[in-house]
């Protein structure tokens, strides 16, 4: 594949390239991929601060995160693709672990055991796994030939299950259900046969019964429902939904103007500012902000599968695939639930909510990205 | 096929990743897809609609009660004035469980049972999104609980509205009346959109009668809330028109003069400018606090004062109809000398007693039991006036017959209305052989036209009556509907004489000379009061027996004796040459006309004496000489 871009490049730009290129690979860095985050949480800012009610301090806070994010960006990019291949199965090991621990040890708010508690610093050890999963999977399958054997499938289901169980019990259906498509993901790019998706798919329809009956928890239920029908709980559950969707449909083409959204400035919208503020976007700035906002998403997905396409390695492609696409899930989630599509899950809007978890890992994962784009090693 | 080598095949693998890729792309392409039609749906397609559903969403129309007009007195003495109050008020559609709501309030502070029936019904009556008052007259401390612990119960608002207040309490009861909180049945008859927003509504009194002025024009505003309902900016205001400030004629210092006056005593006074018809004072007593009722008076201190055997919530003065007595006697004189019956120089024997021809039945005078004998083996009009002489208008009566009686009297006022600018008030009796008939469907006695003759009997009349009667005696014949309204926002309102009795002015002359030794003369029933006097006045005394109980009062063992005792009354106008005031004053139960007639001399003072202490000064100046 490398050669195949090599021959590419015009004989006249090359010596243009090579004078730029040396120093973004010297430094491990997408730049095509850095202009379009820096691009989006520029925007993402700018959207926050009206949605947080136009708050200095919630604005700085996120900007911090931003910045520790960039860094922890740049450091996973400097990461030679050999070393995340061969440290992921420990990471795995300490990711399994912690969650082990979360179970036993483990805080948490509202009836949930989300996080650990170490000398003060608290932290969820799901986040790890977001990472290390892709990475895990990866690992497993880039040492064998691909599309992968029945026992090496089973293997990788396996590997996906435990964490995401572990998780489920937290309880964090939201969180398991990523995970698990993160690793899911590394499945189908190593090319499992459609015969096991279509089947998956099937068997996933044909458990949502049982699911529903057995599994699900009622607030769980009432999430579903809600989506279903919001008018018939107008001011309980069904209020975030009318109100998500009124901000949407008010804000019109062009939308109310920045600052100007009454839903969001009047707190008609619960969440503004973290998993709702594209309500406040579609609001203020319109179907065009919207647009605008796909673009972005859909330019970086689009780089990130061709860093996919063009990784040097199985391991490489795989990964930045699964990353690519769990970004992508995200978007789709979020955007999908605001706007009355699927129901309420605690998905925020990838690098434009506020929150700082979330930033630090996805910004991990673009390094990750970077990491493979940037990468000479591990020939397939 | 490659793929079923167990070898690595890296050309196949590039294959295979491109593939998935590719798929991918497409995959994203068309759930972005989705998500743009459901986006495209909810902002182009559906964009009216939820335009105006996040316009409904932030826009309020609030109403903007007016400012209720001020009352004052004559001499801009503030009568009845509006205090902030706050208001605890609930916006239903915010509240996600009303009843746990109102639970955890009342573990905040006290809410009546009143109070949740007045909430509950005006729950009814609500609009959308509107603020319904649960509690009123928010305390201090009430407030600060509630600011404390409002981030817990969305939909619970506190807010200050203007409220009446009554500066000088009992003072005004009878005379202003007060405002209350919209009661269901008032709710149905008032404007609902002029009330919108307005809690209290002019329940008795001047406050009831001209509602209309004082309650002003609604407005309106459209404001932009929060989801908690909090007022952020108001985009469009219409101002509300206040109600009119009106000036009374009441005068303060007057009225606080008779009730001092009257002190303890249950009774009545009423003052009247005869030259305009202005009512300058309108006490009964007992009085009670208004600014009781004007939240919601508590069951408790309603049950008091229903139960009292006082009733202060009784009108007196206009809902009390007592025989008016002697005090007719001026007017019984007058009808005398129009029915051309008598001349002042007419005399009649007087033996203490009359009895009708044919028959043995003795008519007492009152002074038989005290005397033995009557005035003067001849009485004339004068000292028939000025002694109060039974016999004397025993004759007349039977002589004038009750029904021209009844005609006569009517111009003075009697037995209708006098439809003074208040409510409940009662028309009393004056009656006649067509209203025993109708009232009682019995024929006329004889000997019943005796007793009206003094005022005794049937006749009744409320003091404002005998106030307004008196005006006509002070003013010869010229009847003006009494007036409580002086002006309307500096507008002073004409109130034209209507002439209902027309007689040569000697007639007049002779008895206002009659009134004038009730007080100015030695023999005068009311000479007492004359003492130290520095104006002249023409007055009649009264007294009138105790029939039954008074009006809806209440037995209690030990105050029988004292409950039968005569009332007393009194009537006068002053100064005699050029009267400014006339006075009408009943004391229940005060044995007779001496317990009255000081009370008229110190509202007469008050009116016409500008010395603080004149009574001690003209004593010196009589000593000194």
Known sequence: MGDYVRQLQL???????????????????????????????????????????????????????????????????????????????????????????????GVGAKGAQRWLSVGGFRFQPSEILKLVMPLTVAWYLSSRALPPRFKYVLACLLLVALPSVLILLQPDLG?????????????FMAGIGWAYIVGAFVLACLSAWPVWMYVLKDYQKQRILTLLNPESDKLGAGWNIIQSKTAIGSGGWEGKGWLNGTQSQLDFLPESHTDFIIAVLAEEFGMRGVLVLIALYLL????GFWIAVNAKSNFGCMVAGSITLTFFVYIFVNMGMVAGLLPVVGVPLPLVSAGGTSVVTLMAGFGVLMAVATSDSGRR | MPQHIPLKDPGGEARLFITRILFSVLLVLALLGVILARYYDLQINDYEIYRTQSDRNRVQLQPLPPKRGLIYDRNGVLLADNRPSHILSIVRERVEDLDATLAELQTLLPISESDLENFQQKLQRRRPYEAVPLRFRLTEE???????????MPGVTVDAQLVRHYPHGPLFSHAVGYVGRINEQEAQSLDERDYRGTFHVGKVGVEKFYEDLLHGEVGY?????NAHGRVLRVLERFDPVPGADITLHLDFELQQTALEALGEQRGAVVAIDPWTGGVLALVSTPGFDTNLFVNGISSADYQALRNSPDVPLFN????????????????????????????????????????????SRRYRDWILKIRGTGHAPRVDMHMAVAESCDVYFYDLARRLTIDRMHEYLSGYGLGKRTQVDTTNERPGVLPSTRWKRDAMNQPWYPGETLSAGIGQGYMLATPMQLAAATSVLATRGQWRTPRLLRSVAGQELPNEPVETLSAPPAYWEAVHESMRAVVHSARGTARKIGEGIRYEMASKTGTSQVIGIAQNAIYVEADVAERHRNHGLFIAFAPYEAPTIAVAVIVENGGGASAASPIARAVLDAWLVDDPEPVDGVAEEQTDG
């Not at chain 1, 970086?300 to 780089?303: A, C, F, G, H, T």
């Not at chain 2, 009649?348 to 021809?357: A, I, K, M, R, T």
């Open chain 1, 11 to 105: 004989p006249g730009e090359s010596s243009d390239f090579s004078r730029r290129q040396p120093l973004a690979l010297r430094l491990h860095l997408d730049l095509p991929l850095l202009l379009l985050l820096a691009l989006l949480t520029g925007f993402g800012l700018f959207v926050l601060y009206s949605a947080s009610g136009q708050k200095m301090p919630a604005l700085i806070r996120q900007g911090q995160y931003f910045l520790l994010a960039y860094c922890v960006m740049f450091a996973a990019a400097q990461i030679d693709l050999k070393r995340y291949q061969r440290w992921s199965p420990w990471f795995y090991l300490l990711g399994v672990l912690l969650l082990v621990g979360v179970i036993f040890f």
């Open chain 1, 175 to 187: 969180t398991a259900l990523l995970i698990a498509a993160s690793g899911l993901f590394v499945l």
């Open chain 1, 300 to 303: 970086i997905v689009l780089r």
């Open chain 2, 142 to 152: 009430e407030r600060a609980l509630l600011a404390v612990n409002r981030h817990r």
């Open chain 2, 221 to 225: 505003q459209n404001v932009e809330t």
């Open chain 2, 316 to 359: 007196r003065a206009i809902q009390g109809q007592y025989p008016p007595g002697s005090t007719v006697k001026p007017m019984m004189a007058m009808a005398g000398l129009q029915a051309g019956l008598v001349t002042p120089e007419t005399t009649v024997p007087d033996p203490g007693w009359y009895s009708l021809p044919g028959d």
